[in-house]
C-alpha cells in the first residue's frame, strides 16, 4: 500500500526557515509527480508546489514563489520542500501526495509560524 511519511515541521519565528521531507513507498517514486499541499484550519488543502517525475519541471502557489522550493530524490524516495521567509500565513498542516490528482495522504507534519 502507498505510504507517505511527512516530517521536518515545528514552530517558528517568521523570517525563519524550515525544510520538510517527504518519504513514500509502496508506489514507483521515479514515475510520479510529488506535490507539497497545506491545509490551515478552517480552510481547504490547497497545492503549494508540484515536481515533475524527474525533477526538471516545478511549480508554485503565487503565494510561496521565491520563498519555497521543492525538490526531490528519486534514489531515496524522497520529497523536500524548503521554505524560507517563513510567514505566520504559513501556518498549516503540510502534506505531500504523488500523482496529478492526490488521492493518497500520510499524517501530515504541522508548521507554526509565530509573529
Known amino acids: 500500500q502507498v505510504q507517505l511519511v511527512e516530517s521536518g515541521g515545528g514552530l517558528v519565528q517568521a523570517g525563519g526557515s524550515l525544510r520538510l521531507s517527504c518519504a513514500a513507498s509502496?508506489?514507483?517514486?521515479?514515475?510520479?509527480?510529488m506535490g507539497w499541499y497545506r491545509q490551515a484550519p478552517g480552510k481547504q488543502r490547497e497545492l503549494v508546489a508540484k515536481?515533475?517525475?524527474?525533477?526538471?519541471?516545478?511549480m508554485y502557489a503565487d503565494s510561496v514563489k521565491g520563498r519555497f522550493t521543492i525538490s526531490r530524490d528519486n534514489a531515496k524516495n524522497m520529497v523536500y520542500l524548503q521554505m524560507n521567509n517563513l510567514k505566520p500565513e504559513d501556518t498549516a498542516g503540510y502534506y505531500c501526495s504523488p500523482g496529478a490528482v492526490p488521492r493518497y495522504w500520510g499524517q501530515g507534519t504541522q508548521v507554526t509560524v509565530s509573529s
Open positions: 515536481i515533475s517525475a524527474g525533477g526538471g519541471t516545478t
Open positions: 509502496g508506489i514507483i517514486f521515479s514515475a510520479n509527480a
